[in-house]
């Protein structure tokens, strides 16, 4: 199977726009100017429900503030506990927008297919860099992808021997003997299913790994225990903790979690997050979805997406999304 970084780079197909500002040490580009602003249509009313993904729960927020700023009688309510919950929500009706940090299992899928004749519709919404963050203190500079399974990971499938301490990972010092305090998120989370698959290799977690119900507890867990490590998308950084700079294999170039290398695929957790929603395939889709999807699409919207330090959708990718809704 293609790894999800390459898949990643291979959809991004054109030159990236100069670098507007710097997030720690990580570049993100502005937005693609040939991106069309959002145009404001008459006829819109109702309510919408988003139900999914805690990593996209941020970012579903500033999407319905925006929303709402051209719509201010539609309702949006967001629910970010697990991208697991999106597809019940959406089969059920309970929801009609169903962010994921993941793409859809085929057994959710298949799910969905039984109930209503056609295939849930995936739109790409923006692009992350899934971080392994370590507290601002810790000196490491580089993990390969076999230390971190070693690190996260009883099963430990990619060979390399049992970590433990900081000093299993060349620390020295005060690091030498201390364990390494691991905090991740919960089997709900498609953060937690897309390190297990691409990192693990679908090896089982280590039963120390503390799971956390959002990425922002990890983030804090990792803020105030000295010794922590944990992993999240690269939106949540903050200034108590720093993204480590990985290497797919022991030796290996150490990448960034940055814009371009997310583009490029230099960067080996690249990923795309996505909203899905109940398009059936031979009708329009539901106007009110259809307007919230163009704003996501917009200017505005991957705008917003930059403010909450993801990387915006190319303007080729974003075309190709903005058909998808008819």
């Not at 390494?180 to 280590?206: C, P, V, W």
């Not at 990985?246 to 230099?266: D, F, P, Q, R, V």
């Not at 699409?297 to 917003?304: D, I, N, R, V, W």
Request: contains cysteine; charged residues 20%.
């Amino acid at each position: 199977m293609k790894s999800t970084h390459a898949w990643v780079a291979a959809a991004v197909t054109i030159t990236l726009t100069a670098v507007g500002r710097t997030w720690g040490d990580a570049s993100v580009p502005e937005v693609d100017p040939s991106i069309p602003p959002y145009s404001q249509v008459s006829g819109v009313s109702g309510s919408l429900s988003s139900v999914g993904s805690d990593t996209l729960n941020n970012l579903m927020t500033f999407w319905a503030e925006k929303f709402g700023k051209f719509y201010p009688n539609v309702k949006v309510q967001v629910e970010g506990k697990g991208s697991s919950t999106a597809p019940p929500a959406l089969i059920s009706g309970t929801a009609q927008l169903g962010p994921m940090s993941r793409a859809m299992k085929n057994t959710e899928v298949d799910e969905f297919e039984r109930k209503y004749g056609y295939q849930p519709t995936q739109v790409k919404a923006a692009v992350d860099a899934l971080a392994v963050f370590v507290n601002k203190d810790n000196p490491i500079k580089c993990l390969s992808l076999e230390e971190v399974d070693a690190m996260f990971s009883k099963s430990r499938r990619r060979g390399h021997p049992e970590v433990e301490t900081w000093g299993d990972l060349g620390l020295a010092g005060d690091w030498k003997d201390r364990p390494i305090s691991l905090y991740g998120r919960n089997s709900a989370s498609g953060t937690y299913g897309f390190f297990k698959e691409h990192t693990l290799q679908n090896g089982d977690y280590k039963d120390s790994v503390k799971e956390q119900p959002g990425s922002a507890s990890v983030v804090q867990g990792v803020t105030v225990d000295r010794y922590g490590a944990g992993y999240s998308g690269v939106g949540y950084v903050t200034p108590g903790v720093r993204a480590v700079q990985l290497a797919t294999k022991k030796g290996g170039e150490c990448e960034e979690a940055s814009a371009a290398n997310a583009y490029s695929g230099k960067y080996p957790l690249a990923r795309f997050l996505y909203i899905y929603v109940n398009k059936p395939s031979s009708e329009a889709i539901d106007p009110l979805v259809g307007e919230f999807l163009k704003l996501v699409l917009s200017k505005e919207g991957q705008e917003a997406v930059v403010k909450d330090g993801y990387y915006p959708l190319p303007a080729s990718i974003d075309q190709e999304e903005r058909k998808k809704l008819g």
